[in-house]
């Protein structure tokens, strides 16, 4: 059987000052590794290794912004503090040692629930004391609040560009805070933060957007995750047709974000059948369509299922669904593909992809999630 042609992922890619010599993200992933909020040296050598792998771009795990009870794990590293911010400078200059590019993804958890059992010294903070419609849980954020976090992002983003990490990711999707003011059923606000409306509930989105890019300047390339799913439902859509994926996505794109990453559970799946088929675009592929934005696409590239039935249960396949995302990057319906679960075990997916050794390819191991490969 031929070996598929893959050089539509191994084409160049420049965004602002960010060039990048293929079109394959490592995608953030929490990792739960950084005792006392700090990255030490086994972070680094990970991240190198993915660098060494070729990699086109690597966004780091979510590491959370200078705020109270921004983490739900006492392994979630910080963007914030000198020891922290130490730690991250020796993997941004170990990342580029190995002729890497990288980002971090800051993060808010909002009033998701802790790892572990874990619990925060501040109460948990969210648009409406909310996790998820009706589970009231922590205190709803004041106007104060809002300023504040707003501020940490900024801050948390200038300290990337300061730093020298080529580009930043915010966190918008998966349930967290941003997504919380987001979603309808944990924006309950009545003030300007609230509304019926998805474009009325983007406006803490936009705020920190807004100040990111007023904090790191015109050239630096900001990229925001979004979700239609939530891990508190995996069935909710923030978006039911390509008229209110626009009056969700556009506002953050004429505030400054310069590439979406739309996640959704597998990337193949039609956001819209209704209106292009089972082999519609995906989500990405809309909000491209939408939006005008780069964007990138992620959901199981290398897993036998989808990300969160393989995440802990058996081994995917380490070629599942390949043919199906050459098919979609030669059509451009997405500029980019973010690989997640098959980068926790093997850190050359990318260089054996690129050379044709797929038979080399080593498939998801739920063991990986215990060790930095």
Same mark, same amino acid.
Request: glycine content about 10%; charged content about 25%.
């Given at each position: ?9 191994? #084409?160049?890619?420049?965004? #602002? ?6 079109? +394959?993200? *490592? ?10 909020? =700090? ?46 911010? #130490? ?22 958890? !909002?009033? &998701? ?27 709803? *954020?004041? $106007? ?19 730093? !020298? ?43 920190? =957007? ?35 994926? $626009? ?6 794109? $004429?505030?400054?974000?310069? =590439? ?16 292009? !088929? ?12 939408? &939006? ?5 696409? =992620?959901?199981? +590239? ?10 802990? +249960? ?14 979609? *990057?030669?059509?451009? $319906?997405?500029?980019?593909?973010? +690989? ?34």
């Amino acid at each position: 059987m031929p070996s598929p042609d893959t050089s539509s992922l191994f #084409r160049p890619l420049a965004i #602002r000052s960010l060039e990048l010599k293929n079109r +394959v993200v *490592m995608a953030p992933m929490t990792r739960l590794f950084a005792p006392e909020g =700090v990255p030490g040296p086994a972070s680094a050598d990970y991240y190198r290794r993915r660098a060494e792998g070729r990699a086109g771009l690597i966004l780091s795990e979510g590491t959370v912004v200078n705020r109270p009870a921004s983490r739900n794990d006492s392994g979630i590293p910080f963007f914030h503090g000198n020891e922290a911010l #130490r730690g991250w400078k020796n993997v941004i200059d170990a990342v580029h040692g190995a002729g890497g590019r990288m980002g971090p993804q800051l993060w808010h958890t !909002g009033a &998701t629930r802790y790892i572990n059992g874990w619990e925060p010294d501040a109460p948990v903070e969210s648009p409406s004391g909310l996790d998820a419609p009706g589970d009231a849980r922590g205190v709803a *954020m004041t $106007e104060e609040d809002i300023s504040d976090t707003v501020a940490a992002f900024a801050k948390a983003a200038a300290d990337a560009k300061r730093l !020298g990490f080529d580009t930043v990711e915010i966190h918008g999707a998966h349930g967290y805070l941003i997504d919380q003011f987001f979603w309808a059923g944990t924006n309950l606000r009545t003030d300007r933060y609230g509304g019926p409306t998805i474009k009325q509930r983007s406006r803490f989105a936009g705020e920190i =957007v807004s100040a990111v890019r007023e904090a790191v300047g015109p050239e630096f390339p900001i990229i925001m995750r979004v979700s239609q799913w939530k891990q508190q439902d995996f069935s909710v859509r923030l978006a039911e047709t390509p008229a209110e994926m $626009e009056a969700w996505l556009l506002p953050l794109v $004429e505030a400054g974000v310069d =590439v979406l990453h739309v996640s959704q559970r597998r990337f193949w799946e039609p956001e819209f059948p209704e209106i292009d !088929g089972e082999n519609g675009l995906n989500g990405a592929g809309w909000a491209k369509k939408v &939006t005008g934005a780069v964007t990138i696409g =992620v959901g199981s +590239v290398g897993l036998g299922n989808d990300v969160t039935a393989s995440a802990f +249960v058996g081994k995917g396949s380490p070629t599942a669904s390949l043919d199906r995302l050459i098919d979609r *990057m030669e059509r451009d $319906e997405f500029d980019l593909i973010a +690989v997640g679960r098959a980068f926790l075990s093997d850190p050359n997916w990318v260089a054996k992809v690129e050379d044709g050794d797929f038979s080399e390819l080593k498939g998801f191991d739920p063991a990986s999630l215990s060790e930095l490969v």
